[in-house]
T-cell receptor, first 113, second 114 residues
């Protein structure tokens, strides 16, 4: 039973265009959401996060949008750059304070020249 | 600042062998955890610890043991390795449990069980 779902295993985007990565969750108790980026042979690194009290958080080229009613969040990268080619993981944690952070399966983003 | 350090980076085991994956952090983080990454499965939580002497199970704990005798170290033990445990293992930590903070990951251990 997947609590955090990333339904697109891969995505290809032209350099300079917008990349949109999507994530859905099923557990209404989640109140904090994170995006991680992972390059091959490296550990995941934190990218951006959003609390459930917000619907948008921006950090440079990266913006995360949260739609609580739809249990959906998305990561926008504008403009996309070659170094953005990586696997992106969506993750969530909850108000129950059981300390678990649950990850999705990831989306591999390819930025095309 | 080393952050989260995992050893070894690569390991090959035979079915039935035991081994310990080491994880150490130098950030004085209370919370530590172990994940495994498998193709098409993402990152799945194995075990986690909210402080020295306290551990709990994650999503896929079977076949793994952990202990937390110090704040810095959180080893993951495979008592009798199975081919299904072939995976990439990541240790991660964050400053405190029960807070909305990001995890810091180590660089991973690639384990193959033959």
């Amino acid at each position: 039973d997947q609590q955090v779902k990333q339904n697109s295993p891969s995505l290809s985007v032209q350099e300079g265009r917008i990349s949109i990565l999507n994530c859905d969750y099923t557990n209404s108790m989640f109140d904090y959401f994170l995006w991680y980026k992972k390059y091959p042979a490296e550990g995941p690194t934190f990218l951006i996060s959003i609390s459930s009290i917000k619907d948008k958080n921006e950090d440079g080229r990266f913006t995360v949008f949260l739609n609580k009613s739809a249990k959906h969040l998305s990561l926008h990268i504008v403009p996309s750059q070659p170094g953005d080619s990586a696997v992106y993981f969506c993750a969530a944690s909850g108000v129950n304070r059981d300390d678990k952070i649950i990850f999705g399966k990831g989306t591999r983003l390819h930025i095309l020249p | 600042n080393a952050g989260v350090t995992q050893t070894p980076k690569f390991q090959v085991l035979k079915t039935g062998q035991s081994m310990t994956l080491q994880c150490a952090q130098d950030m004085n983080h209370e919370y530590m955890s172990w994940y495994r990454q498998d193709p098409g499965m993402g990152l799945r939580l194995i075990h986690y610890s909210v402080g020295a002497g306290i551990t709990d199970q994650g999503e896929v704990p079977n076949g793994y043991n952990v202990s937390r005798s110090t704040t810095e170290d959180f080893p993951l033990r495979l008592l009798s390795a199975a081919p299904s445990q072939t995976s990439v293992y990541f240790c991660a930590s964050r400053r405190q449990p029960s807070t909305n903070e990001k995890l810091f990951f180590g660089s991973g251990t690639q384990l193959s069980v033959l």
